[in-house]
Structure formats: structure tokens, C-alpha cells
């Protein structure tokens, strides 16, 4: 069986682009968006959002240390996530535990219980089938991570060099 792949375009209906950094840009938030689907509905049958699913994975690799609210929100992929909401969602499921932390009364200390380290090696079994969506191999996905990771270096290098010059302006007028 032949499947065609379909273009940007015709997924979109759009007939032209203004050039290819539009296309780009449209693409890679078309693309986001759909592997943003694909990862939920992986994770239904889990009874996780991705969100959760990101904050058992950081526990996990500090396991068996905790982290602060404050870390986790560091650490998350999404870190504009109301993370005191999500810790609880996954305390309730007996996932995660907290307890107050000592260096700061305000923050919890957050670890992963025995019953989220085995939902995530239930997980692991099949975290292959997210990988085969892709439908790239190794050295696609090589290339695609070097030019996505340089994308953001470059963006981060422009903005740390616009918050040292934004220090030398005159206050009161931009």
C-alpha cells in the first residue's frame, strides 16, 4: 500500500506560503499541535496528562531524592504549569507523596511513590509506539534535534544579548 504525505498545504488548504520560514514556522505549530494529540491519547488509558506524566518522569530520575515544587517547575518541559495542582492530582492517584521542606515552609518536597515508579515502567513498555509515529529513523531524528536545538540556542543567545543591552538604556523611555 502507497500512502501519500501530505504537504503542509494541503492540510491546511493554505495555496501559498510568504516563504520558507512560514512554512516552517506554520509547520512546526501544525506539527506540535498533532504530536501534542498523539501524546494524550497515548496517555489515556495511563489516566495522565502529560503534564503528570513530566513531573513522574523528573521524580524518577532523581528517585529516591525529592524535589520542591519549585524544582519541579524548573525541570517541567511545560513549566507554566500550575505544578502545586498537578502534585496533588497525583498524590490523590498515590503517585507521588509530599512533605513539607525544611529549607522553605512555603515550598513541599515531592517524591515518587512505588506505585508511580511501576505506572512508569507500564509505560515504558509501549513508549516505543510514540517513537513510530514519528515515522523517521535515527538519522532524520538526528539532524531534526540539531536544527531545533540551534534554532533555541540562537533565540536564547539574542535574548541574553538583549537583557544586557535593556540594562543600559535610559529608565522611563524605550
Not at 521524580?59 to 502534585?87: C, E, F
Not at 507523596?97 to 511501576?118: A, Y
Not at 523517521?136 to 536545538?149: T, V, Y
Request: proline share 2%; aromatic share 6%.
Amino acid at each position: 500500500m502507497v500512502y501519500s504525505i501530505m504537504q503542509i498545504e494541503e492540510l491546511l488548504q493554505e495555496g501559498k506560503f510568504q516563504h520558507e520560514l512560514h512554512r516552517l514556522r506554520v509547520n512546526l505549530i501544525y506539527s506540535a499541535h498533532w504530536l501534542n494529540g498523539k501524546i494524550c491519547d497515548f496517555l489515556m488509558p495511563f489516566d495522565i496528562t502529560q503534564q503528570q506524566f513530566n513531573i513522574l518522569r523528573i521524580l524518577r530520575g532523581v528517585h529516591p531524592k525529592a524535589l520542591s515544587t519549585l524544582q519541579l517547575r524548573d525541570k517541567m518541559i511545560i513549566n507554566k504549569s500550575d505544578t502545586s495542582r498537578l502534585v496533588e492530582r497525583l498524590q490523590s492517584k498515590n503517585l507521588v507523596k509530599k512533605k513539607p521542606c525544611k529549607k522553605d515552609k512555603r515550598l513541599v518536597d515531592v517524591s515518587i511513590t512505588r506505585s508511580g515508579l511501576e505506572l512508569l515502567d507500564q509505560i515504558d513498555e509501549d513508549i516505543f509506539k510514540l517513537d513510530h509515529i514519528l515515522n523517521i529513523d535515527e538519522r532524520q531524528a538526528r539532524s531534526m534535534n540539531r536544527l531545533l536545538n540551534k534554532m533555541r540556542k540562537e533565540e536564547k543567545r539574542k535574548n541574553e544579548y538583549r537583557n544586557e543591552n535593556d540594562s543600559f538604556r535610559p529608565a522611563g523611555r524605550i
